[in-house]
């Protein structure tokens, strides 16, 4: 009964767990896609739910990607900031300046596994699975201390050509995230600046 139990709660509704070929598959075509990804310009809407706020805290902006762990997450509503992650580190950057921030270099980093598709077929802070509905999702249950400190699942959804529509980030107490991606810009090009702290 409790077995029973535990998997309707993990099945999602409207997705059907993938079997071992479908599975393999599916993290070869991943792996295909992030392999021929050199970078990535999309537009982002974040909901932030929380029991600190009475209603839901909605922004909004553009996330810039280029290989080898450079990001923008640039947001513009309702406040103007980004989160920068390049070769010096990661940084907190307003109209006042910016600052190194530890912290924002670790969420920074999961945003840029989870939206390049690195961390989706394998993960040493994480346990994945595969399921297909009307897209792929992948879910993440954290397995490092670390991670298990600030998240307790995380769901990642995948359009046809491979690349995160939708991360939804459910923490310890019970607070979450859901960015929504849209406007997919395959391997642009950036200028000297997109990734300047």
Known sequence: MWALNFSVFSQPSGYKALDETQKKQTLSQISAATSQLTSLKVNFTQEKKSKAFTNPVVSSGTLSFKKNNFLRWAYTSPTSYSIILNENGAFFKNEKGSTKNKMIGEMAKLILRTVSGEGLTNSTDFTLSYYK????????????????????????YLNATYLATCVKMTEKNGDETVIKFTNHQKNVTFSENEFKE
């Open 133 to 156: 509905g009307k897209d792929i999702l992948v879910i993440l249950l954290p397995k490092s201390k670390k991670m298990q400190e600030m998240y307790s699942r995380i769901e990642v």
